[in-house]
Nanobody
Framework: QAQLVDIGGGLVQAGGSLRLSCVAS????????VGWFRQAPGKEREFVAA?????????YADSVKGRFTISRDNAKNAVVVLQMDSLKPEDTAVYYC?????????????????WGQGTQVTVSS
């Protein structure tokens, strides 16, 4: 069974950029919607962005709209990318990618059935 792998976290100053990637190890998620969620210390996991299986539709949390962009490439080595620009200290969290069999662009965590291990994003002020 494919496992999701989150790649690309790190430390960046406010206003900077980071690029997160999600790949499927041992399989593919070409027919699944893929989303990104994040969880900051002491807070619940929250939705960040998601993209439909075809890449035609996407959704964003209001807090990241205009700053983050999600995209996907369903070629042989499928990858979903979250480009994060104009980062703020409040974006600091562990970021998780996940796949969903739900049609469209699911935005709630219960619609996702497989999760990556998470990658830390830290934005300094």
């Amino acid at each position: 069974q494919a496992q999701l792998v989150d790649i690309g976290g790190g430390l960046v100053q406010a206003g900077g950029s980071l690029r997160l990637s999600c790949v499927a190890s041992g399989g593919t998620f070409n027919l699944y919607a893929v989303g990104w969620f994040r969880q900051a210390p002491g807070k619940e996991r929250e939705f960040v962005a998601a993209i439909e299986w075809s890449g035609e539709s996407a959704a964003y949390a209001d807090s990241v709209k205009g700053r983050f962009t999600i995209s996907r490439d369903n070629a042989k080595n499928a990858v979903v990318v979250l480009q994060m620009d104009s980062l703020k200290p409040e974006d600091t969290a562990v970021y998780y990618c996940a796949r969903s069999p739900t049609r469209g662009v699911p935005t709630t965590s219960r619609e996702y059935d497989q999760w990556g291990q998470g990658t830390q994003v830290t934005v300094s002020s």
